[in-house]
Structure formats: C-alpha cells, structure tokens
C-alpha cells in the first residue's frame, strides 16, 4: 500500500505562486507514475499534471501549460508541483495519486490518492 499526503495549498492572490509537495510512505515511488488531479465545487475531477516513474516524461493539461512544473524525487519518495502565475480559476482542492503503471494521465489508472489540499486565488 502506498499512502499520499500533500501539503503546501493555501490563500493566494492572483499571480502569486504556490509549491504543492506529495510525500509518499509504505513504499518507494521510483516505480510509479504520479500525478497531480483538481476537483473544484461542482466540478468533475481533472488531472492537472503527470510525470513517468523516472521523471522523463511529464504531460499538462492545456489550463496549465507553460504556468505549472511537476517534478519528483524518487530519493525523498516526494512529488511537486510549482504553480505560478496563479488565477482565480486555479481554485480547487488539489490531490496527489500514483500509479502502478509507468505513465498515466487518466484518473481510473491511479489506484492511491492523497486526501487533497485546498488552494484558492483570490482576483
């Protein structure tokens, strides 16, 4: 079993930054894909972005592109995810997953997830 626990959401005003970290224990992350998910109120789960087991390979949705930077460390069994130029549509409770293949981007290949942390931009 792999447990996820995030951390690092908060209060921000727009065009702020924000760096969500995923500390994983029960077992090593080096073989897992990972990725970062948002759920905001009334609305359905959507991945924000993914990285490969080893890093070499990382995928962002559209919204995000070019603003946010996933990135691990397999030796501090640790995920990220730096957010800059926040917006106000950025609002959503974050969550951390991982799963057992080698990339994913679809929430039905994740099998763990973390609990979520709450980030909110202001205008």
């Known amino acids: 079993q792999v447990q996820l626990v995030e951390s690092g959401g908060g209060l921000v005003q727009a065009g702020d930054s924000l760096r969500l970290s995923c500390a994983a224990s029960?077992?090593?992350?080096?073989?897992?894909?990972m990725g970062w998910f948002r759920q905001a109120p009334g609305k359905e789960r959507e991945v924000v972005a993914a990285?490969?087991?080893?890093?070499?390979?990382?995928y962002y949705s559209d919204s995000v592109k070019g603003r946010f930077t996933i990135s691990r460390d397999n030796a501090k069994n640790t995920m990220y995810l730096q957010m800059n130029a926040l917006k106000p549509e950025d609002t959503a409770v974050f969550l951390c997953?991982?799963?057992?293949?080698?990339?994913?981007?679809?929430?039905?290949?994740?099998?763990?997830w973390g609990q979520g942390t709450q980030v909110t931009v202001s205008s």
């Open positions: 997953a991982a799963s057992d293949l080698t990339m994913a981007i679809n929430s039905f290949q994740y099998a763990y």
């Open positions: 029960g077992r090593t992350l080096s073989s897992y894909a």
């Open positions: 990285i490969s087991w080893n890093g070499a390979t990382t």
